[in-house]
């Protein structure tokens, strides 16, 4: 079964450096998602991406974050300076079309760990 | 300001004993109601979608249905393997097609053997 592929599963970092979370969609996916889960809160919507181009954002994504799709299956997060409180599991997610109700799914994510 | 509300925080079932989760919203205008399922350290896995309201979806043990105001996920002679944090989400509608989702909190379920 099809599966969206999150790598590293746990990444710790320096206050200050950059990180970049990867993701693999579903291959005929056309929309694509990051969304973030701090320990014990809701998951929260971040950005989605659709031809190339942000669609959507929150206004959790700020200056500091930015999103790319360098080749035909990777999808990338980036933080240019992380903070203590971007610790979080990061979920990208995609599904098939941008049409009504369109379900989204998601990878198992990346623990980020911001010392 | 679009929300999602769900009750119980946490329920702990023995096996077999049946019970039914809650999901309250508040948005402008429904394009879509989802379940998910999330277990510990792992990410949300998809369950149902419902459209409109008086729509039911089943999956195994799982029953969803939908009001014009409220989701429930109907859990039937429930088995351990069923625990899980369950989360309800919607997909709002702003004047325009947005395919973002609100997530409520989850409910966190225990099932005993």
């Known amino acids: 079964e099809p599966e969206v592929t999150q790598t590293p599963s746990h990444q710790v970092t320096q206050m200050g450096q950059e990180v970049i979370l990867r993701c693999v969609p579903i291959s005929n996916h056309l929309y694509f998602y990051w969304y973030r889960q701090i320990l014990g809160q809701k998951v929260e919507f971040l950005v989605s991406?659709?031809?190339?181009?942000?669609?959507?954002k929150s206004e959790i994504f700020d200056d500091q974050f930015s999103v790319e799709r360098p080749d035909g299956s990777n999808f990338t997060l980036k933080i240019r300076s992380t903070k203590l409180e971007d610790s979080a599991m990061y979920f990208c997610a995609s599904s098939e079309t941008r049409g009504s109700g369109t379900e989204a799914f998601f990878g198992q994510g990346t623990r980020l760990t911001v010392v | 300001e679009d929300q999602v509300t769900q009750s119980p925080e946490a329920l702990r079932l023995q096996e077999g004993e049946s019970s039914s989760l809650n999901c309250s919203y508040t948005v402008s205008g429904l394009r879509g109601l989802f379940w998910y399922r999330q277990d510990p350290g792992k990410g949300p896995e998809f369950l149902f979608t419902l459209y409109s309201a008086g729509e039911e979806k089943e999956k195994e043990r799982l029953k969803a249905t939908l009001t014009k105001k409220e989701s429930f996920l109907h859990i039937t002679a429930p088995k351990p393997e069923d625990s899980a944090t369950y989360l309800c989400a919607v997909q709002a509608q702003y004047g325009g097609a947005t395919n973002k989702l609100i997530f409520g909190t989850g409910t966190l379920l225990a099932v005993q053997p």
């Open positions: 991406f659709y031809n190339n181009e942000i669609s959507e």
